[in-house]
C-alpha cells in the first residue's frame, strides 16, 4: 500500500462521486482552480480523494485544464469506518467566530451541525452554506473520512419539537446548577452498561450550546423538562460561546467517543 505521506502529495479532497479502483473522473471548476492554482499541481502528481462512503483513496493527476482535472484511481488508502453519532446544536455567534466553530467542530468529530436561534442569540441570518464550506475543508485537512452535516436554522422549540428518540442531549448550563460536564459523561457511560473498550458504543448524542447571554429562564424550563437532556457545567469561569461549544465536545470524546 502507497504511503500517503509521501512528500508529493500535497492536496486532500472531498468528493461528490463513486471511488473504485482505477476509476477515471473530473474535478468540478472550483477543486480544479484550488488544485492547479493554489496548490499548483501538474499532471502525474498525486492526491489523495473520499466522499464519505468509499474510503480513502489515493489518486494521479492525468489531466489540467482550465475548467476541469482529470484523475485515476491507483488504490484504496483507508476503509470507510464508523464514526460517532454526535450532534452540535448551537446559539450562532458574529463574524469569524461562527466559521471557528464549523471548523473545530469537524475537527472534533461532530456529524451533524445544528444552528439554533435562542431568546437570547445576537445574530439575525447564517450562512449555511459558508459553514458548510467550512466544515468541507476542516474535514479535508484533519483526515476524517466523512463532512458533518450542516442544517439550516431553526429555533431551539423547534428543535426540541422534533427531537429524536433516543437520542441524548447535554446542555451546557451556564447558570452552574448542572453537574460538572465529566461526572455527569462518566456517569452516562456507566449508566449505559457499555465496555470502554469499545468507543462509540453510548448511542447517538447531542451537545447543546446557548448564545453569549445564555438561555432564558423559558429556555431552561423547557430544557429541564426533556428526559434525555442534561444539564451540565464547564467550569467556574463564564466561557465564550464558540469556547463552550469546543469544551463540551473535548469532554464528550474523551469520555464517550472515539479518543478512549
Same mark, same amino acid.
Given at each position: 500500500?502507497?504511503?500517503?505521506?509521501?512528500?508529493?502529495?500535497?492536496?486532500?479532497?472531498?468528493?461528490?462521486?463513486?471511488?473504485?479502483?482505477?476509476?477515471?473522473?473530473?474535478?468540478?471548476? #472550483?477543486?480544479?482552480?484550488? /488544485?492547479?492554482?493554489?496548490?499548483?499541481?501538474?499532471? %502525474?502528481?498525486?492526491?489523495?480523494?473520499?466522499?464519505?462512503?468509499?474510503?480513502? $483513496?489515493?489518486?494521479?493527476?492525468?489531466?489540467? +485544464?482550465?475548467?476541469?482535472?482529470?484523475?485515476?484511481?491507483?488504490?484504496?488508502?483507508?476503509?470507510?469506518?464508523?464514526?460517532?453519532?454526535? $450532534?452540535?446544536?448551537?446559539?450562532?455567534?458574529? +463574524?469569524?467566530?461562527?466559521?471557528?466553530?464549523?471548523?473545530?467542530?469537524?475537527?472534533?468529530?461532530?456529524?451533524?451541525?445544528?444552528?439554533?436561534?435562542?431568546?437570547?442569540?445576537?445574530?439575525?441570518?447564517?450562512?449555511?452554506?459558508?459553514?458548510?464550506?467550512?466544515?468541507?475543508?476542516?474535514?479535508?485537512?484533519?483526515?476524517?473520512?466523512?463532512?458533518?452535516? /450542516?442544517?439550516?436554522?431553526?429555533?431551539?422549540?423547534?428543535?426540541?419539537?422534533?427531537?429524536?428518540? %433516543?437520542?441524548?442531549?447535554?446542555?451546557?448550563?451556564?447558570?452552574?446548577?448542572?453537574?460538572?460536564?465529566?461526572?455527569?459523561?462518566?456517569?452516562?457511560? +456507566?449508566?449505559?452498561? #457499555?465496555?470502554?473498550?469499545?468507543?462509540?458504543?453510548?448511542?447517538?448524542?447531542? /451537545?447543546?450550546?446557548?448564545?453569549?447571554?445564555?438561555?432564558?429562564?423559558?429556555?431552561?424550563?423547557?430544557?429541564?423538562?426533556?428526559?434525555?437532556?442534561?444539564?451540565?457545567?464547564?467550569?467556574?469561569?463564564?466561557?465564550?460561546?464558540?469556547?463552550?461549544?469546543?469544551?463540551?465536545?473535548?469532554? $464528550?470524546?474523551?469520555?464517550?467517543?472515539?479518543?478512549?
Amino acid at each position: 500500500m502507497s504511503d500517503k505521506s509521501e512528500s508529493k502529495i500535497r492536496a486532500r479532497l472531498w468528493v461528490d462521486c463513486a471511488l473504485t479502483a482505477d476509476a477515471e473522473l473530473a474535478l468540478n471548476s #472550483a477543486d480544479s482552480h484550488y /488544485v492547479t492554482t493554489v496548490m499548483r499541481l501538474r499532471a %502525474g502528481d498525486a492526491l489523495v480523494l473520499f466522499n464519505g462512503q468509499d474510503g480513502e $483513496w489515493l489518486g494521479k493527476i492525468t489531466s489540467t +485544464g482550465k475548467c476541469a482535472v482529470g484523475l485515476i484511481l491507483n488504490e484504496q488508502l483507508r476503509e470507510q469506518q464508523p464514526e460517532p453519532d454526535l $450532534w452540535l446544536a448551537f446559539a450562532p455567534v458574529k +463574524g469569524a467566530r461562527i466559521d471557528f466553530v464549523a471548523q473545530k467542530a469537524t475537527e472534533l468529530g461532530v456529524s451533524r451541525l445544528l444552528p439554533v436561534m435562542t431568546e437570547r442569540t445576537n445574530v439575525s441570518r447564517v450562512n449555511v452554506a459558508r459553514l458548510q464550506a467550512n466544515a468541507k475543508e476542516a474535514a479535508e485537512q484533519c483526515e476524517r473520512l466523512v463532512i458533518p452535516e /450542516v442544517r439550516e436554522t431553526q429555533t431551539l422549540t423547534e428543535l426540541i419539537s422534533a427531537w429524536p428518540v %433516543g437520542r441524548r442531549l447535554m446542555f451546557c448550563d451556564e447558570t452552574l446548577s448542572g453537574g460538572p460536564a465529566l461526572e455527569v459523561l462518566q456517569q452516562a457511560a +456507566g449508566d449505559g452498561g #457499555a465496555s470502554f473498550d469499545n468507543a462509540f458504543d453510548h448511542g447517538p448524542w447531542a /451537545v447543546l450550546t446557548g448564545p453569549e447571554g445564555g438561555f432564558s429562564n423559558q429556555e431552561h424550563e423547557l430544557l429541564r423538562a426533556q428526559d434525555y437532556a442534561l444539564a451540565v457545567t464547564l467550569g467556574p469561569r463564564l466561557l465564550r460561546a464558540d469556547t463552550a461549544a469546543l469544551a463540551a465536545l473535548t469532554l $464528550w470524546q474523551a469520555v464517550l467517543g472515539d479518543w478512549r
